[in-house]
Each structure stands twice: as C-alpha cells, then as structure tokens.
C-alpha cells in the first residue's frame, strides 16, 4: 500500500505512524513523498488558501499514484469531496496549542513588546485578545525552523501545536501549555485524517480498524462548527470537542460530547464564544447548535467585517 505524504520531518512522521500500525497488522506499506503548492510557497497561509497542503495529495490519490494519504486534519477543507473517504481519525494527539518562548517563559511572564511568531490568524487574534501587549509576527517554516527563530533570538516566543512538537520529540521545548480558556486551538487541531478513494471499500474497511471512534465523533462536532460558520481553515475560529464520562442521578455512567466555540476578530478586539453539551452519536448536531448560538450572538456580522 503506498501512503500519500508531504515531505516535512512532521508530515512524514504522522504518515510513519500509519505505515507502522499497517505493518504491525501484516500488511505491506510504503511511504511516497508528494510536493504540495504549500511546501513550495512562503506565503502566509490566508494568502495561499484552504486545501493548499492537502489537494496535490489528493490528485495523488485521484490518479492512482498512491493509495492513501495521511493529513493534518485541520488543513482539509469542510466541504465534502466525493471522490474520497476519511476511512480512519486514529486517536488524536493532545489538541491544544503550545508556547516555546526564550528563557522558559511562560505567557504572562513575557514583557510588553515582546515579539511572538504564529501561521495562524485564529492564534494571533486570540493571543492579541489577552491583552498583554505582544507584538505579533507572522511565521511559516517547518517546526524547527520555527522553534530556531526562538533560540537564534529572532523572536521571544512562537506559539505552535503542541500535537506537532509531541509527533517530532520536540515537548521539551515547550515552556507553556496553552489552555482553551486562553486560546482554543484549531478545529481538527492534533488529529490525523486518513483518505482513500470512495470507490476502494476495500481499502476503505481496512483503515477503518485504525480509527477512534471519540475522535472521529470529537472532530465531527468541531469541522461541523467550522462548515457553519463558512470558515476556511485559515479564519480565527477555535473550537475544541472532549467526549466525557457522566453520571445520572441514578449513578449510571454514561458518555457526552462537550464543545466549545469561538470567533474573533483579527485584532482580538472582540471574541464570541458559545459552548454546549450532545451525545457522540450526533456530533454533527452539536456542531450545529453551537454554531448558530454564536450566530445569535453576532457571529455573523463580525465575521462579515472580516471579509
């Protein structure tokens, strides 16, 4: 089986993880590097567009040159593409953001002025909403090109996944975990999305024994919330999804999926969150509520001011 993936230490990594739980079932599997339009270009992010990581891979796919792909499931557009199937969402890394800043430092330690590199608008509105009086930056590279900027003394900090530094060996860097009270990461953030052709159920079967069914139920309600909005992946929208065990007055356990929402502006000026509280089994719905409370509480007209 030949595993569709971009190049990075990251990206071949993820996709590594996948060959090896193939191979650990018996099953042959290579891995075949594809060249993306956003490997090659050093633009920011809004600038090159939504899918700009993932669509070289999936004409890899289409065309047969490969069989599968592997992708950072934040970086795949909403909108659904017949042609494929996410066959598996493996177990997600810890979703949340992460700060690596010089001397250790955590956020609220870092002087007024300091300088912070990020790719993502979502991160530079929500750290710009904290009010501390950093100066933002943007920033594109792979991990460690980034984390050089911080010890090069280019920059005081950046924030990045703190999923992509724990796939690299990197959590030693990180001089602060951000919690989703302060910053809520990336719909899908830390998630790997496994694809195949629609056609190749087959195949299709075979990569479903690799998927986490509270994952797959977690980033439902989470990219959901995202197609509501209207929001490409590049928006200043957070969002984070947890399937959670409680109890009933008569002390049966059972299990809900929480989520949480937000949307800012692009100075952090204004941040509108919304949460609420669903079964697994109807993520889709959850993402949908939670959406249109952020829509009642003016998600909309923000967002238009955005465009």
């Known amino acids: ?45 809004a600038e090159i567009g939504v899918g700009v990581f993932t669509a070289a891979l999936r004409d890899a796919i289409a065309d047969g040159r490969v069989d599968m792909a592997v ?19 493996p177990r997600r890394e810890d979703p949340r953001d992460a700060l690596v800043a010089r001397d250790g430092m955590v956020l609220g330690e870092l002087p007024v002025g300091s300088v912070i590199g990020t790719s993502s608008p979502r991160r530079a509105a929500q ?3 904290l009010g501390l009086g950093l100066e933002i930056r943007p920033l594109r590279g792979n991990l460690d090109t980034r984390l050089n900027r911080v010890t090069g003394g280019d920059l005081d900090g950046v924030v990045v996944a703190r999923a992509g530094l724990a796939r690299i060996g990197r959590l030693g860097d990180v001089t602060e975990t951000l919690e989703p009270v302060q910053m809520l990461p990336a719909p899908a953030q830390g998630a790997l999305a496994v694809e195949c052709r629609a056609a190749d159920s087959g195949l299709a079967a075979l990569l479903a024994e690799l998927d986490d069914a509270d994952t797959r139920a977690a980033v439902t309600a989470e990219r959901t919330l995202l197609a ?55 993520a889709r719905d959850l993402g949908v509520s939670v959406a249109s409370e952020l829509f009642e509480l003016g998600a909309r007209e923000l967002m238009a001011d955005l465009n």
Do not use: N, W
């Not at 499931?73 to 969402?89: C, G, H, M, N, S």
């Not at 809900?256 to 089994?281: F, K, N, Q, Y």
């Open 1 to 45: 089986m030949r595993i569709g993936t971009r190049g990075s230490l990251l990206a071949t990594t993820q996709a590594g993880s996948i060959r090896d739980a193939l191979v650990q079932r018996g099953h042959r599997a290579e891995l075949v590097i594809i060249s993306t339009d956003g490997d090659r270009s050093s633009a920011p992010i």
């Open 71 to 89: 992708h950072s499931y934040k970086d795949l557009p909403t909108a659904q593409d017949e042609r494929f199937v996410i066959a598996a969402t």
């Open 127 to 129: 750290l710009r909403a």
């Open 228 to 282: 509501e909005l209207e929001a490409g992946c590049s928006a200043p929208v957070g969002a984070i999804a947890e399937v959670v065990e409680s109890i009933d007055e008569e002390g049966h356990i059972f299990e809900e999926l929480s989520l949480r929402g937000c949307v800012a502006t692009l100075d952090g000026s204004d941040v509108i969150r919304a949460s609420g509280i669903g079964t697994p089994g109807r």
